[in-house]
């Protein structure tokens, strides 16, 4: 349950920061989105980077969005990983 909420989360994160791309906030909140935009992005990128060079080449051929979930949804996804582990 907790791992839908904080998916809905933050891709509503994403959604918010990419809405400034297309209609820009007033302005020092845009500003601030940018900042917030490259650093999520920043972040994420780094921890898909990090997480995807822990995976086996099997892994990374059986579940060919899995890097792309993680770079959307961070620890969240890797949580779910895990979850999913002990089952």
């Not at 904080?6 to 994403?14: E, N, Q």
């Not at 995807?52 to 961070?74: A, D, M, P, W, Y």
Request: charged share 15%.
């Amino acid at each position: 349950m907790f791992i839908y909420i904080g998916k809905t989360v933050y891709l509503c994160i994403w959604l918010f920061l990419l809405f400034n791309f297309i209609h820009p906030y007033p302005a020092p909140a845009d500003m601030l989105a940018y900042i917030a935009f490259v650093t999520f992005f920043i972040l994420h990128g780094l921890q898909a980077w990090l997480l995807n060079s822990t995976l086996s080449r099997q892994e990374k051929q059986q579940h060919h969005f899995r890097v792309l979930k993680l770079f959307i949804f961070g620890f969240i996804e890797a949580m779910s990983w895990k979850k999913n582990k002990h089952k």
